[in-house]
């Protein structure tokens, strides 16, 4: 029987690598950057304007879509991707980040999580098993294990408490899961602490998972911290498996990241940025809404592909955006999606071209000041 996941690893430079997740609904090239679609949908885009922008691969939110409109009228729908009309593979995240980011109204204990319903006041008990529940019904291709994701900065002890649970909680997620046709991957937690994130990388790799993760990181901590994070964790992890870094989607980030063996990353940042009138080009972030674009009729990026940048001009976009007009979020968020799927793109073909360090010097150097750099 051919089984409906695998991950194959084509080309190396260093630890850095091109691979191919096949997933039920076809392959992701990797290294990959995933856009997010909470809700399922990426904010302004559609489906067809997501594939344009070269996307593979889409989150949704397993909380979010939790409490609205509910995995049952998703599963009637017949599952995320005829829901949200999207025929390439989805990954839903747990909820475990946005259930533990409610910190003034949960309570956590061995069970799970309560925490009430920010929509209507409902109490709700989520646990792994819960989660995993919801995420079968909703049908996502990989689903990602419930877990504890300390804040940052935190003491030790609740770190390593929480780290510890993640494991007992994946534990439950792999009883629970009762569907072969989605891969679970399991997620390392132990905050800054490089000693307890080796501990549970090794012990969630006992688990010979289709994936893992690394999670807890963009939190708050500083660009440094989380360069170490996975430059000490990253090689721990198995390595016929993908890996996927949490909540990450700057440039620098990404290449160091990629450069210690990463495979996929997600980051609300194209489309949430578009909707404060900014634009990443070329590795900078250009906020639209200055004066010195207002007369400006070049385009966006000359050198970039997408639909924004070969009809539109940057004065048009300022227009729209001192406009207050909603075209302004969806022509950003194309460019932007298009620009950071580029850029995984752009790394994956000099790996595979053996030349990922010679090109992506620059990014490969420690953090310096600034939004992308």
Same mark, same amino acid.
């Given at each position: 029987?051919?089984?409906?996941?695998?991950?194959?690893?084509?080309?190396?430079?260093?630890?850095?690598?091109?691979?191919?997740?096949?997933?039920?609904?076809?392959?992701?090239?990797?290294?990959?950057?995933?856009?997010?679609?909470?809700?399922?949908?990426?904010?302004?885009?559609?489906?067809?304007?997501?594939?344009?922008?070269?996307?593979?691969?889409?989150?949704?939110?397993?909380?979010?879509?939790?409490?609205?409109?509910?995995?049952?009228?998703?599963?009637?729908?017949?599952?995320?991707?005829?829901?949200?009309?999207?025929?390439?593979?989805?990954?839903?995240?747990?909820?475990?980040?946005?259930?533990?980011?409610?910190?003034?109204?949960?309570?956590?204990?061995?069970?799970?999580?309560?925490?009430?319903?920010?929509?209507?006041?409902?109490?709700?008990?989520?646990?792994?098993?819960?989660?995993?529940?919801?995420?079968? %019904?909703?049908? !996502?291709?990989? #689903?990602?294990? /419930? @877990?504890?994701?300390? $804040?940052?900065?935190?003491? *030790?002890?609740?770190? =390593?408490?929480?780290?510890?649970?993640?494991?007992?909680?994946?534990?439950?997620?792999?009883?629970?899961?009762?569907?072969?046709?989605?891969?679970?991957?399991?997620?390392?937690?132990?905050?800054?602490?490089?000693?307890?994130?080796?501990?549970?990388?090794?012990?969630?790799?006992?688990?010979?998972?289709?994936?893992?993760?690394?999670?807890?990181?963009?939190?708050?901590?500083?660009?440094?911290?989380?360069?170490?994070?996975?430059?000490?964790?990253?090689?721990?992890?198995?390595?016929?498996?993908?890996?996927?870094?949490?909540?990450?989607?700057?440039?620098?980030?990404?290449? %160091?990241?990629? !450069?210690?063996? #990463?495979?996929? /990353? @997600?980051?609300?940042? $194209?489309?949430?940025?578009? *909707?404060?009138?900014? =634009?990443?080009?070329?590795?900078?972030?250009?906020?639209?809404?200055?004066?010195?674009?207002?007369?400006?009729?070049?385009?966006?990026?000359?050198?970039?592909?997408?639909?924004?940048?070969?009809?539109?001009?940057?004065?048009?976009?300022?227009?729209?955006?001192?406009?207050?007009?909603?075209?302004?979020?969806?022509?950003?968020?194309?460019?932007?999606?298009?620009?950071?799927?580029?850029?995984?793109?752009?790394?994956?073909?000099?790996?595979?071209?053996?030349?990922?360090?010679?090109?992506?010097?620059?990014?490969?150097?420690?953090?310096?000041?600034?939004?992308?750099?």
């Amino acid at each position: 029987m051919t089984q409906p996941f695998s991950f194959h690893c084509q080309a190396q430079c260093g630890r850095a690598r091109a691979g191919r997740l096949q997933t039920p609904h076809g392959p992701v090239q990797t290294p990959r950057f995933m856009p997010v679609g909470t809700l399922a949908n990426v904010k302004t885009v559609t489906p067809a304007q997501l594939k344009a922008a070269g996307a593979e691969m889409v989150l949704a939110n397993t909380y979010h879509l939790h409490l609205q409109p509910g995995e049952s009228l998703v599963a009637e729908a017949g599952g995320l991707h005829q829901f949200m009309a999207w025929s390439g593979p989805i990954l839903t995240d747990s909820g475990g980040f946005q259930v533990f980011s409610l910190s003034q109204i949960r309570t956590v204990n061995e069970a799970g999580v309560t925490f009430r319903s920010p929509r209507d006041g409902a109490v709700i008990h989520m646990t792994p098993e819960r989660s995993i529940q919801i995420q079968n %019904q909703l049908g !996502a291709d990989v #689903i990602m294990a /419930f @877990d504890e994701c300390p $804040p940052y900065p935190a003491e *030790r002890a609740l770190v =390593a408490a929480a780290t510890k649970r993640t494991y007992r909680w994946l534990e439950r997620c792999i009883q629970a899961h009762q569907r072969s046709d989605q891969a679970l991957f399991g997620i390392v937690q132990g905050g800054v602490h490089l000693d307890l994130r080796q501990q549970a990388a090794e012990a969630l790799a006992e688990f010979d998972l289709p994936g893992y993760a690394i999670g807890g990181v963009s939190v708050g901590e500083p660009p440094e911290l989380i360069e170490k994070i996975v430059k000490a964790t990253t090689p721990l992890l198995p390595e016929h498996k993908p890996r996927y870094l949490m909540g990450v989607g700057t440039y620098r980030e990404m290449a %160091q990241a990629i !450069a210690a063996g #990463i495979d996929l /990353f @997600d980051c609300v940042i $194209p489309t949430r940025l578009a *909707r404060h009138g900014a =634009a990443l080009v070329a590795g900078e972030r250009w906020n639209l809404k200055n004066s010195r674009f207002r007369r400006d009729l070049s385009p966006l990026d000359a050198d970039c592909p997408c639909y924004t940048c070969q009809q539109f001009t940057r004065a048009y976009l300022c227009h729209l955006i001192h406009a207050h007009e909603l075209l302004a979020f969806t022509l950003l968020s194309i460019h932007n999606l298009t620009e950071l799927i580029r850029f995984t793109q752009s790394i994956r073909e000099a790996i595979l071209q053996g030349c990922f360090f010679e090109r992506f010097e620059d990014w490969l150097k420690p953090a310096a000041e600034g939004f992308s750099r």
